[in-house]
């Protein structure tokens, strides 16, 4: 039987978020805030701390789902200094919003993470990378960063420990590409955010070519709420892994998903991994709006992929996207499309995203990108040619990091949503071409470019 989630489940992330004055210290410590912090710094060790979190198999949230434990390993044995800590806040990945919520209601518990993952690292300076367009959660953090100066929680002997942390608030440019944790770290030091060849690994040589851990915001959250409560808690959430696939280490813990589009309650909700994406539409989100139905929906962020109406009950967890063809669960950003969208329109405004989005760097990201917007173009001003579908699925399958082609995910994302549309919704596509271009829809000649207004 599965969990009434409605009824049953007790949000932990989103807890106090309700509550007046949430971002503030004294409600936060009202709520039970820092004891963890003090009880793991007076009595833990910090590779015991690490273990614990190794053991938990948390998994990170910000899209790739690394085992957060396991990444914290890779970190140098003895290095005499310094280690840093970067916090992921450039939250750019269309349809997500939680980091957000996370940052402007409950930036403490944020807080407590970072500080409890940086003491487990050894990181004795951490930046936290914020998104430039949330200017309210800029403010709410500074201002609980210095709430935590004031009482004793960063700076020399925090808590009265040995150990000692500075935390910095860095606002970026709003680019996407700075999502991508060597992207950050370039743009950290003041650079083009050019994500950077790997190896080295930002755990060996990241931020100012020291060892580097990069995390999310919402993870470290998770990091605070393990210690709280314990492995056994966390691991008692979520799905365990696939007996038939050893690389699977399973999804657990509670994870926020935000749900958006065509629905009757958009919103940011908490459930453990695994819930499906009916059960997210309908459970939370009030179903597809108008008494319509859903055409489609996008799993985790546009650049997971698409899924059709016949494919919602997929489980959102690490490993349920990918069964459906996607490139996994992202940042379980949910977009729901109703039976009125065309998914023509819909490639062409992820192709247009993309294409801005790139930084150019790898000449299969740069000019498929490019060029995947320039066909939807003409397609829809009504010159394309059924030959163009194949074109662009040449594309999408060659360009990304898994064929071999690019250093960072971007192309990926880019390719999916291209792959997905065009293979699950082709008949549209094609219906779409021969209505708006009757007598040249067979045409395999090379097209003439498009005058300047008829891309707009």
């Not at 940052?103 to 518990?109: G, V």
């Not at 589009?261 to 597809?288: M, Q, R, W």
Request: hydrophobic content about 35%.
């Amino acid at each position: 039987m599965r969990l009434n989630l409605l009824s049953e489940f007790e949000p932990i992330l989103l807890a106090n978020i309700h509550r007046e004055h949430s971002h503030t210290l004294r409600v936060y410590e009202e709520q039970g805030g820092y004891r963890s912090l003090k009880r793991v710094l007076a009595d833990q060790p910090r590779e015991a701390f690490r273990d614990l979190i190794k053991g938990s198999a948390l998994r990170g949230r910000g899209g790739a789902g690394f085992p957060c434990g396991l990444k914290w390993t890779f970190l140098p044995e003895n290095h005499p200094g310094p280690v840093y800590f970067c916090l992921n806040a450039d939250e750019s990945e269309p349809g997500t919003f939680n980091n957000r919520i996370l940052m402007e209601e409950d930036p403490h518990q944020v807080l407590e993470g970072l500080i409890l993952s940086c003491y487990a690292t050894k990181a004795s300076t951490a930046y936290i990378y914020l998104r430039y367009e949330y200017p309210l959660a800029y403010k709410r953090l500074q201002s609980a960063i210095d709430e935590l100066y004031a009482a004793g929680y960063l700076g020399d002997a925090v808590c009265g420990s040995e150990f000692s942390l500075n935390i910095y608030l860095h606002r970026g440019a709003a680019a996407y590409i700075c999502g991508e944790e060597t992207g950050l770290i370039e743009s950290l030091e003041g650079r083009r955010a050019w994500p950077r060849i790997k190896p080295p690994f930002p755990a060996v040589e990241g931020a100012f070519r020291k060892p580097t851990v990069v995390n999310n915001v919402e993870t470290a959250a998770c990091v605070k709420q393990i210690a709280d409560r314990g492995v056994d808690w966390f691991r008692s959430l979520g799905t365990p892994p696939d007996p038939n696939n050893p690389r699977d280490p399973g999804s657990f813990g509670p994870k926020l998903y935000c749900l958006s589009g065509h629905v009757e309650k958009p919103g940011c909700y908490e459930a453990p991994l695994g819930i499906t994406v009916s059960e997210l539409i309908n459970d939370f989100g009030g179903g597809v709006w108008k008494g319509r139905k859903a055409k489609a929906a996008v799993p985790g962020g546009i650049s997971m992929g698409l899924l059709t109406a016949d494919e919602l009950d997929c489980k959102l967890d690490f490993s349920g996207p990918g069964k459906y063809g996607c490139l996994g669960l992202g940042t379980a950003a949910v977009v729901v499309l109703d039976e009125t969208v065309s998914i023509v329109d819909f490639l062409h405004n992820t192709c247009r995203f993309f294409a801005h989005e790139s930084c150019g760097q790898c000449t299969p990201c740069r000019e498929g990108t490019s060029w995947s917007l320039k066909m939807l173009d003409r397609i829809r001003a009504g010159q394309g040619r059924l030959l163009d579908l194949d074109l662009l699925l040449e594309i999408g399958d060659f360009i990304g990091i898994m064929p071999g082609t690019t250093i960072c995910g971007l192309a990926d994302g880019a390719a999916w949503p291209i792959k997905n549309a065009i293979r699950k919704f082709r008949d549209e596509f094609e219906q779409y071409i021969k209505r708006t271009n009757p007598t040249g829809y067979m045409e395999t000649s090379p097209p003439l470019a498009l005058e300047l207004h008829s891309i707009h």
